[in-house]
Nanobody
């Protein structure tokens, strides 16, 4: 079992920045692909960014050039640096760990971007 705990959400003005963290505990997540997903109000959950165990990354078109995903295997943590935030980035952000059919989710952290 892996437990994921997100932190770093909050309220920020448009154009500002936030850094989300996701700490994995229980056992090492080094072999897991890690990702950030978000669920805007009244909408379905969507992929934001992924980072493979090898370090390869993938981003949703809506965040390319603004968000950066990274991970440190030493402390089992994945980060999402969010710059140039827009009101449409407002959502609950969820951390995800995946290895084949083994999938874990965090409880989510709220990000609100005011215009």
């Amino acid at each position: 079992q892996i437990q994921l705990v997100e932190s770093g959400g909050g309220l920020v003005q448009a154009g500002g920045s936030l850094r989300l963290s996701c700490a994995a505990s229980g056992r090492t997540a080094n072999n897991y692909a890690m990702g950030w997903y978000r669920q805007p109000p009244g909408k379905q959950r969507e992929l934001v960014a992924l980072i493979a165990s090898s370090g390869g990354t993938n981003y949703a078109d809506s965040v390319k050039g603004r968000f950066t995903i990274s991970r440190t295997n030493a402390n089992n943590t994945v980060y999402l640096q969010m710059n140039s935030l827009k009101p449409e980035d407002t959502a609950v952000y969820y951390c995800n760990a995946r290895y084949i059919f083994d999938v874990y989710w965090g409880q989510g952290t709220q990000v609100t971007v005011s215009s």
